[in-house]
């Protein structure tokens, strides 16, 4: 078995509302996770996401998902990727785009705390190598467990970091069917990003009678 982390971190400017339970975010008191291109909310809502790039020097990615709520805290979503290869200079190799492996995902939301701005969720995914484009799909099928949280810290005491927010992912993906009978090696991934929330910053913090309340 390899561990494999890829965690990383990026900060999200939520361009949100007034916050409040919004059907393309996850929602938990006043805080609303947003969904990133690194890793998926903690929450389970009828969303769908559409393509968003995701760009590496050579490699760039968009991302095709859709959720539909089966009980208000499990639901039922299907995806793939779209990638484009571009020609690396001196290598011989040739542009190329398709679609990736595509997937179903079950996932359960078993933990809300609304006073904590706590959320973490549970999903089971397959994905299917085989049904994606040939050279761009791994030619794998592969289950994933998964873990979900999202913590805001709006019930910190200090004002300048209660519009922060922290989510995060992990993986254990186990290879099940493919080309190199055998060969399947498990592994892990995750991924964490950091939040601001202009939006809970003005409703949350910066009350009107918080504002009342500073000296003239």
């Known amino acids: 078995m390899r561990r494999t982390f890829r965690l990383a971190a990026t900060v999200a400017l939520s361009a949100t509302a007034v916050p409040q339970r919004a059907s393309a975010h996850a929602a938990a008191g006043a805080r609303i996770f947003v969904n990133t291109n690194l890793i998926d909310?903690?929450?389970?809502a009828?969303?769908?996401t559409l393509p968003h790039p995701d760009?590496?020097?050579?490699?760039?990615?968009?991302?095709?998902?859709?959720?539909k709520t089966i009980t208000p805290n499990l639901g039922i979503g299907v995806g793939t990727d779209w990638s484009f290869l571009a020609h690396q200079m001196g290598d011989g190799s040739k542009s190329r785009a398709g679609f990736g492996d595509a997937f179903v995902q079950l996932k359960y939301?078993?933990?809300?705390?609304?006073?904590?701005?706590?959320?973490?969720?549970?999903?089971?995914?397959?994905?299917?190598?085989?049904?994606?484009?040939?050279?761009?799909?791994?030619g794998f099928n592969t289950t994933t467990l998964s873990g979900?949280?999202?913590?805001?810290?709006?019930?910190?005491?200090?004002?300048?970091?209660?519009?922060?927010?922290?989510?995060?992912?992990?993986?254990?993906?186990?290879?099940?069917?493919?080309?190199?009978?055998?060969?399947?090696?498990?592994?892990?991934?995750?991924?964490?990003?950091?939040?601001?929330s202009i939006?809970?910053?003005?409703?949350q913090v910066?009350?009107?009678?918080?504002?009342?309340?500073?000296?003239h």
């Not at 909310?41 to 389970?44: F, L, T, W």
């Not at 760009?55 to 959720?67: L, N, P, V």
């Not at 927010?165 to 993986?171: I, N, Q, W």
């Open 55 to 67: 760009g590496e020097t050579w490699i760039t990615d968009t991302h095709f998902e859709y959720d």
């Open 206 to 215: 910066k009350t009107p009678a918080s504002r009342a309340s500073r000296p």
């Open 41 to 44: 909310d903690p929450g389970v």
């Open 109 to 138: 939301n078993w933990l809300t705390l609304p006073v904590h701005e706590f959320m973490s969720s549970v999903a089971v995914s397959q994905a299917f190598g085989r049904a994606g484009t040939v050279g761009i799909e791994s």
């Open 46 to 48: 009828d969303e769908a």
């Open 148 to 196: 979900f949280f999202g913590k805001g810290l709006g019930d910190i005491p200090w004002a300048a970091i209660r519009p922060f927010a922290v989510t995060g992912e992990l993986d254990y993906n186990m290879p099940n069917s493919g080309p190199t009978a055998g060969g399947f090696i498990n592994t892990w991934s995750g991924g964490l990003t950091l939040q601001y």
């Open 199 to 203: 939006p809970y910053l003005q409703s």
